[in-house]
Nanobody, 124 residues
Framework: QVQLVESGGGLAPFGGSLTLSCVASGTAFEINTMAWYRQGPGSQQPGSTRSLVGYIHKGGTANYASSVKGRFEISRDNAKNTVYLQMYSLKPEDTAVYFC?????????????WGKGTLVTVSS
């Protein structure tokens, strides 16, 4: 199994910056793509889903949702099994619980793993 733990959430001012981290741990695993998702206020209604913020391949190529492109940056340290989300020019609509996910292979089986999330609140 793989455990993912996010950190770095908190309160940020409008226009401010924040960096989230997500560390993967476990035994005998290999991580491929890692991604960040978010689930905003009011999205706990039935049928609501997490929205993709962006993802990064093992080689370092990242892709972003149009809503954050140019403001957010995803990077990773493969040696530390860690992915980062640097957020700049934050807006109140970026307020959400941010989740990390990882596509990992454990004992030959590929599976997607999720962290429990970290809350980011952007004040207006």
């Amino acid at each position: 199994q793989v455990q993912l733990v996010e950190s770095g959430g908190g309160l940020a001012p409008f226009g401010g910056s924040l960096t989230l981290s997500c560390v993967a741990s476990g035994t005998a695993f290999e991580i491929n793509t890692m991604a960040w998702y978010r689930q905003g206020p009011g999205s706990q209604q039935p049928g609501s889903t997490r929205s993709l913020v962006g993802y990064i391949h093992k080689g370092g190529t990242a892709n972003y949702a149009s809503s954050v492109k140019g403001r957010f940056e995803i990077s990773r340290d493969n040696a530390k099994n860690t992915v980062y989300l640097q957020m700049y020019s934050l807006k109140p609509e970026d307020t959400a619980v941010y989740f990390c996910s990882a596509d990992a292979v454990v004992e030959g089986q590929a599976k997607e793993y999720w962290g429990k999330g970290t809350l980011v609140t952007v004040s207006s």
